[in-house]
């Protein structure tokens, strides 16, 4: 009996050279099985990003690339056209994220309160927006703010108003993106707000109101606290997509009307892919990219925790 307990033992241990052996493949094998991911991520990623670098120091002439070095980066100092679409990117940023936030915050607190009945269907409906294609959206914008027989002139001139040129004056075409942006990413913030602000513990709304503390006060210095990394996170993409947005001004004006709405994203596509100056456009690229760089940090600074 205790012979073949010996036997088995001895079989079920493996020799030392074998588990010296398989030490090797287990340190091996979760990079194996990442590999796909990371030449996937090379391949579509870091080099597109590279080789766009590549592209922004040459310029085709004759139809050969030639390299130029940072002219196409000194370009941009004297481009007026990138100016008036940073200037109008930046009026978009500086106007109507923050609207877009405080209506956010808003409708945040709205949907969590236990006032509200069906708070799951005014959810959804809040959310749906964002899951409307950017070009499908913006054509029912475009339809609706038609002048000539959009719906919301016929219905403006129901009550007595004037027409508006919504999409053919330079200001309300500027009005008019804005509106578009605000309905389409309010409830997808909204939904982010919520979903810390569910986070925050009733205590501090309890204690606060045994201090006599009022709704507003409540919301000041229990709501908005609660929302402090929610808020940077919101502001942060907000800020990242206002920067790029090119869809919406594409569909809905093409940047006009006198570059109006013409925005960095749509700049950037002027110069690829109509004047086919992609060294141009790789350095716009670039710009765009330091930029987002430089106000993330800023803006982690400004919103981040305190510590």
Same mark, same amino acid.
């Given at each position: 009996?205790?012979a073949?307990?010996?036997?088995r033992?001895?079989?079920?241990v493996?020799?030392?050279?074998? %588990?010296?052996? $398989?030490r090797?493949?287990?340190?091996?094998?979760?990079?194996?099985?990442?590999l796909?991911?990371? =030449?996937?991520?090379?391949?579509?990623?870091?080099?597109?990003?590279g080789?766009? *670098?590549?592209?922004?120091?040459?310029?085709?002439?004759?139809?050969? +690339?030639?390299? #130029?070095?940072?002219?196409?980066y000194?370009?941009?100092?004297?481009? $007026?056209?990138?100016?008036t679409?940073?200037?109008?990117?930046? #009026?978009?940023l500086?106007?109507q994220?923050p609207?877009? =936030?405080?209506l956010?915050?808003?409708? %945040?607190?709205?949907?969590?309160?236990?006032?509200?009945?069906?708070?799951?269907?005014?959810?959804?409906g809040?959310?749906?927006?964002m899951?409307?294609?950017?070009v499908a959206?913006?054509?029912? *914008?475009?339809?609706?703010?038609?002048?000539d027989?959009?719906?919301?002139n016929?219905l403006?001139?129901?009550?007595?108003?004037?027409?508006?040129?919504?999409?053919?004056?330079p200001?309300?075409?500027?009005?008019?993106?804005?509106l578009?942006l605000?309905?389409?990413?309010?409830?997808?913030?909204?939904?982010?707000?919520?979903?810390?602000?569910?986070?925050?513990?009733? +205590?501090?709304?309890?204690a606060?109101a045994?201090?006599?503390?009022?709704a507003?006060?409540?919301?000041?210095?229990?709501?908005?606290?609660?929302?402090?990394?929610a808020?940077? =996170?919101?502001?942060?993409?907000?800020?990242?997509?206002? =920067?790029?947005?090119?869809d919406?001004?594409?569909?809905l004006?093409?940047g006009?009307?006198?570059?109006?709405?013409?925005?960095?994203? #749509?700049?950037?596509?002027?110069?690829?892919?109509?004047?086919?100056?992609?060294?141009?456009? $790789?350095?716009?690229?670039?710009?765009?990219?330091?930029?987002?760089?430089?106000?993330?940090?800023?803006? *982690?600074?400004?919103?981040? +925790?305190?510590?």
């Amino acid at each position: 009996m205790t012979a073949a307990l010996t036997s088995r033992t001895a079989a079920a241990v493996p020799p030392k050279g074998t %588990a010296a052996r $398989s030490r090797p493949r287990r340190r091996v094998a979760p990079y194996l099985f990442v590999l796909p991911a990371l =030449l996937l991520f090379a391949t579509f990623k870091i080099y597109p990003i590279g080789r766009s *670098f590549v592209i922004s120091l040459h310029k085709s002439v004759g139809g050969t +690339e030639q390299f #130029v070095g940072a002219d196409n980066y000194t370009r941009l100092l004297g481009d $007026s056209l990138f100016w008036t679409a940073l200037k109008n990117t930046a #009026v978009i940023l500086v106007v109507q994220v923050p609207v877009m =936030l405080a209506l956010a915050t808003g409708l %945040a607190v709205a949907l969590n309160s236990r006032l509200l009945r069906g708070r799951a269907v005014f959810r959804l409906g809040f959310f749906l927006p964002m899951v409307t294609g950017l070009v499908a959206y913006g054509v029912i *914008f475009s339809v609706l703010l038609n002048k000539d027989f959009g719906l919301v002139n016929w219905l403006m001139e129901l009550v007595g108003l004037d027409a508006v040129p919504w999409l053919t004056d330079p200001l309300w075409a500027k009005v008019s993106l804005g509106l578009a942006l605000t309905w389409h990413y309010t409830g997808y913030n909204a939904v982010i707000l919520l979903a810390r602000l569910q986070a925050v513990p009733g +205590e501090l709304y309890d204690a606060a109101a045994v201090d006599g503390a009022g709704a507003w006060t409540s919301f000041r210095h229990v709501t908005l606290p609660g929302l402090r990394p929610a808020l940077l =996170l919101t502001t942060v993409l907000s800020t990242i997509g206002t =920067l790029q947005v090119f869809d919406e001004p594409y569909v809905l004006t093409g940047g006009g009307p006198d570059n109006a709405t013409l925005t960095i994203g #749509v700049y950037l596509y002027q110069n690829a892919f109509k004047y086919f100056d992609f060294g141009y456009a $790789s350095a716009i690229a670039y710009a765009l990219a330091v930029l987002i760089g430089i106000l993330g940090v800023i803006q *982690f600074r400004l919103l981040g +925790e305190k510590t």
